[in-house]
């Protein structure tokens, strides 16, 4: 089916450790998002792309580091992973404001 | 940046009951989005709005946005357990991205 797929689904680190969630959309949209869901805080934005060769700091970018490999492709890294970064990432595209679709998620732990 | 309030921010209904959810924003909304997320899993896309006074109904969730563009509610009617979950509203802000409020969580009781 179309739409945004995450890997890894789960992931546990330790502190310190780096990694790289990926995520790919086959909608051909020009707009990629990362988000962040903690309990009680809903989604922040963490990074963003509007268009491919373009990305810009969302809400919560501290800790992140953002690429957009191509059209279909925006991966968020964590150089330094922190327990404070516990928590489930969303990846979203769109074409431009309108048909914005989510991927199912990546929970990550860190201790 | 644009603030986005739900309320309430959790609900328990018993099962065939009717129930509203609001969201209320600090800035004149100019597309107003609704989502519901099972728990654990990946958010669904329920309905947008983007008229004042606009009304979109799907099954048995119908969504309005206000005159003035700034206040949304989402009404459910009967409700059935299927329908519990968290539901977020989000609007547009910088470069098409969406900010959220924090989310109402249902749960439907038999």
């Known amino acids: 089916n179309a739409g945004v797929t995450q890997t890894p689904k789960f992931q546990v680190l330790k502190t310190g450790q780096s990694m790289t969630l990926q995520c790919a959309q086959d909608?051909?949209?020009?707009?990629m998002y990362w988000y962040r869901q903690d309990p009680g805080m809903g989604l922040r934005l963490i990074y963003y792309?509007?268009?491919?060769?373009?990305?810009d700091k969302g809400e919560v970018p501290n800790g992140y580091n953002v690429s957009r490999l191509n059209k279909r492709e925006f991966s968020l890294r964590l150089e330094s992973a922190a327990p404070s970064q516990t928590s489930v990432y969303f990846c979203?595209?769109?074409?431009?404001?309108?048909?914005?679709?989510f991927g199912s998620g990546t929970r990550l732990t860190v201790v | 940046s644009q603030e986005l309030e739900q309320s309430p921010q959790s609900l328990i209904v018993q099962e065939g009951k009717n129930l509203t959810i609001n969201c209320t924003s600090s800035?004149?909304?100019?597309?107003l989005y609704w989502y519901k997320q099972k728990y654990g899993e990946g958010l669904i896309f329920l309905m947008m709005l983007q008229k004042g006074g606009e009304e979109k109904s799907h099954e048995k969730i119908t969504a309005k946005l206000d005159e003035k563009k700034q206040q949304s509610s989402l009404h459910i009617t009967a409700s059935q357990p299927s329908h519990a979950g968290i539901y977020l509203c989000g609007a547009q802000n910088s470069g098409y991205a969406l900010n959220f409020g924090k989310g109402t969580s249902l749960l439907v009781t038999p």
């Open positions: 909608m051909n949209h020009n707009s």
């Open positions: 800035k004149t909304l100019y597309g």
């Open positions: 792309s509007a268009s491919e060769g373009t990305t």
């Open positions: 979203a595209s769109s074409d431009g404001g309108v048909g914005y679709t």
